[in-house]
């Protein structure tokens, strides 16, 4: 006797179309499945992977309702009237009322018939290396659109523009400095075009040089689902904070690796969980550091300059700041309930991995972000002891073993008096009575980095509610899509010294087209030393430089005044002083303590070049003698 029959088709998931209209009714094709009562069709949000948490948007049975019954191994549901917004959206076939995926994901697109815009008001990207291919990705500066196109109209004859948004082309030893460009973007016919600047930096092969470096710590809740629309609003809060590297808790390797590719960006692959970093520049190592995910990133590459990130996320359990709402409530009591939960052990095993790291800080920077479900000793002092429940001085366990590991709490440095500037990242929503405390930090250890500001970020929180626990669907429709504040700080990041001799190597490169100069020499006798000419910003061979000059004014008798400067110069003392008799001077402006360039001292700001400008003070006093005043810039 001989049997004849077909091999089972394998589960398979698809849309009666890929498009639809928003509000119109959404058709989902299955087939080959087990035909499990409680098989089921769920849609979610970009990038996230069915696990629970977050829930999906839309679900049905198989047999298309919300109560199951029967066997369907084929079949179709249709949602009725679907509240998606405009964008794409992940269509999962799954089995028996659990997560296990039979087939998927397939993308649905809801269409946007809304046009297009811009979210920022300039492009800042990448920089790019003459003589080497370059690519970036601008099309997440502009809001989804059904019908949308991007164009060059200005811009270096080398760089090209795709419709899709993809920058592309090699710029040459003359395209050296800063590039601009102007971008259009185009929507359906009869739409306003609307455009946008655009600017980065060329660097010559071998002088490599990126003097400041933003890092952004972001609680993504649950994945960005618990706001309309969380993915899209996510991408866009990390283009208005103009973030370079992002640690994302509550995330997952399937959200991170989709933000990744929107903004064109590269993923830490070590993350395999919820916590994730994504970094505008290469990741040349993933590391795990207990349940740290690291990356040792690549600013640049010629000469090398590296910093290694590690985000973590800590046990949420045992909340220290609950202990200190109850009656009688000591710090004793308070660190007696923070110690039952995991988090400090938790943290000694990350430090313990990173043990080689960190002592290595001075030559490979560590910058150290997360949520860490605890507050600061930093925080929670005498003085702010009425804002904790009275109680307080607490020595928490987890900030104090990571300052005796070496690690300095970025905004702590940039805001040292907690009473004044408290940066409460929990809660951006949740109000009332709930505890409100800076609980996620960015830490950093090794002399390249220097903090130039640090700030609590977010965008608009149009709606909050009571404390945790309280029903969440009220913010909905919020801007932000968190239920914490963001962190972000900005550093200098120090130059290269390979031969540590005190001068940047990539500036050597430039001007002596090799390393080993000597910082005390003066190659143009100018009277200015190599070191110095580096400092200010100045050439140090050829035609000689002017440490200061001054120009007729075009409102008052006394002359106006300029310099240049260096980001070199951050953390030498560079400082422009005044005097009448020579002996006594008054210091005018300090770099170190306007390192971003804010001072309404500063009458007009030049940008030359990467890392260098020209600095204008106008207006300047009258000497009080009635006859001169004396200006000089000086330095350690």
Known sequence: MALAGSACAAPA?????????????????????????????????????PS?????LLWFYTNGTKTASGSFPSGSVTFNNPTLGAGTYGVYFLANDAYGILAGPVTLTIANSTPSTWRTSSIRLRHAVAGTAYSAKISAFATPATVRSFTKVEGPSWLNVSAAGVISGTP????????????????????????IPLTFEVFPAGQEHISRLKVMSYNVWKEWSQVKDGFQKGVNSILQADADIVGLQESSATQAQALADELGWYRATSGTGSTQVVSRYP????FNAGIGVGARIRVATSPERDMVMLNCHLDYLYYGPYAARVAGATPQSVLAEEARSARDTQMAAVLQAMTSRLAAADQLPVVLTGDFNVPSHLDWTAATASSHGGVGPVAWPVSTRIHAAGLLDSFRIAHPDPASDPANSWSSIH?????QDRIDFIYYKGKALRVLDSEMFATAVETKVGAWGTDVTPVLNNTWPSDHFSMVTTYALASADTDGNGVSDAWEQRWFQSLGSIPQGDANNDGLSNRTSMLLGLPPVGASGHAVEFSPSATSAVPDLSFHVSDLALGNGLRLQRSENLTQWTTVWSFDEDPLLKSPTLSVIERLFPARWKLHLRNLPAPTNGVSSFYRLSHF
């Open 52 to 56: 629970g948490n977050p829930v999906s």
């Open 283 to 286: 990741i040349v190592e993933n």
């Open 172 to 195: 040459g030893i003359t395209d050296a400095g800063i590039q601009t460009a102007r971008i259009r973007l185009a929507g359906a016919a009869g739409v306003p075009t609307a455009d």
């Open 13 to 49: 998931v698809s849309l009666s179309k890929t498009s639809y209209e928003p509000g119109e009714n959404i058709t989902v094709n299955f087939s080959g499945g087990p035909g499990n009562t409680k098989d089921w069709i769920g849609i979610y949000s970009p990038g996230i992977t």
């Open 431 to 435: 109000k009332g009575t709930e505890a």
